[in-house]
């Protein structure tokens, strides 16, 4: 059963929702973040929430992948555009994700200071890969 949307309000109230997700969805993808907004502009995403009144992550990763077989380039290197956990929520899957090179660039130096980021990005930088 899919709900509707019935006014301005709770479609705009679902593309935000819908935006958020995406991103956690990119992020477990790997996509360098100053890419998301070209990528979020240019997937055929879901305007309708799943049967449980949400978006449908699964919908969300399926527009990806479509987008990354015509456009690869636009999720830059190192990203893994491929089926991901569709329960992005739990944990941090951000301060998980493998480190990379646009990663590390794109990161603020908030990002980098959080518990347990520096180690990580200092043995990156240092060369260390695991």
Do not use: C, Y
Request: proline share 5%; glycine share 6%.
């Amino acid at each position: 059963m899919e709900f509707p949307i019935n006014t301005q309000a709770e479609t705009n109230a679902f593309a935000r929702i819908r935006d958020r997700d995406a991103k956690e969805v990119l992020r477990s993808m790997n996509v360098p973040k100053e890419r998301h907004g070209r990528i979020l502009k240019l997937a055929d995403m879901p305007t309708a929430p799943g049967e449980d009144g949400e978006p449908d992550r699964k919908a969300l990763v399926e527009a990806f992948k479509s987008l990354h077989g015509d456009m690869a380039e636009v999720f830059g290197e190192g990203a893994t555009v491929a089926d991901v956990a569709l329960d992005t929520s739990t944990g941090d899957q951000d301060h998980d994700a493998p480190l990379t090179v646009e990663r590390v660039e794109a990161m603020s130096a908030d990002e980098i200071n959080e518990p347990g980021m520096w180690e990580r990005v200092s043995r990156f930088m240092a060369g260390e890969r695991a």
